[in-house]
C-alpha cells in the first residue's frame, strides 16, 4: 500500500492501477488509499493473468511496475510464476509506445530469467543494454518487502524494459 500510495501522491495528475491476488492485501491499500483521499488509483483484485487482459486494453498504459513477484523456486511449481513468457507478452501489449516495464526482485536468479524472456521479445529494449540491470532506479520508491529485504542484506535488482515497435502475436 506504502508504494502505490507514494506514487499517486507523487503525481496526482496521473492515473495508477495496482492488482492484487490476496483479499487482505486488497483490503489495506484500499484502506490506505481512502484515508489518503487518493482519487488517481484503482484496485484490480484477482490473479494478474487474468485480472489484466479481461479490464485493459492495448496500448494502455506508460508503465507497468511488477514488484517482487513470488518467484516460485522449485522446478515443479515453475508453472505458477507470473512472470512468464505468455505474461510477459501481455503486458508488453497493454504498454503504448515508449511505455515502460519495470521488474524488480530480490532473487537474482529469477531476475535474469525474466531478462532473458524479455530480451528475446521483439518491441522491447532493455533499458541498461543487453544483459543489463540495475541495483536501483532513481526516484522509484521502496516498497515495504524492498525495505524488509534490504535489512535482512538482500540483494534487490531492477529491470527496465522501453516497447519500442510493433509486437508480434504470441
Known amino acids: 500500500g506504502s508504494f502505490i500510495e507514494e506514487l499517486a501522491l507523487s503525481d496526482p495528475a496521473s492515473d495508477f492501477a495496482v492488482n492484487e491476488l490476496k483479499p487482505k492485501l486488497v483490503e489495506a491499500i484500499v484502506a490506505r488509499i481512502r484515508r489518503s483521499g487518493l ?10 493473468r487474468r485480472a489484466i487482459p479481461g479490464r485493459t486494453a492495448p496500448a494502455t498504459f506508460t508503465r507497468v511496475m511488477v514488484n517482487h513477484p513470488d518467484p516460485w523456486p522449485k522446478r515443479r511449481h515453475a508453472s505458477r510464476r507470473l512472470l512468464g513468457p505468455e505474461f510477459l507478452h501481455l503486458l508488453a501489449t497493454r504498454l503504448v509506445e515508449g511505455g515502460d516495464l519495470i521488474v524488480v526482485s530480490d532473487v ?10 524479455l530480451e528475446a521479445l521483439p518491441g522491447l529494449r532493455n533499458a541498461f543494454g543487453p544483459g543489463g540491470g540495475a541495483a536501483a532506479l532513481p ?9 524488509k ?15 519500442e515497435g510493433p509486437l ?3
Open 39 to 48: 482519487r488517481n488509483v484503482r484496485v484490480l483484485v484477482g490473479d494478474a
Open 149 to 163: 529485504e534490504e535489512s535482512l542484506g538482500r540483494t534487490v535488482g531492477f529491470l527496465r524494459f522501453i516497447r
Open 168 to 170: 508480434p502475436p504470441f
Open 108 to 117: 537474482q536468479e529469477y531476475l535474469a530469467s525474466v531478462r532473458a524472456l
Open 139 to 147: 526516484g522509484y520508491p521502496r516498497s515495504h518487502y524492498q525495505r
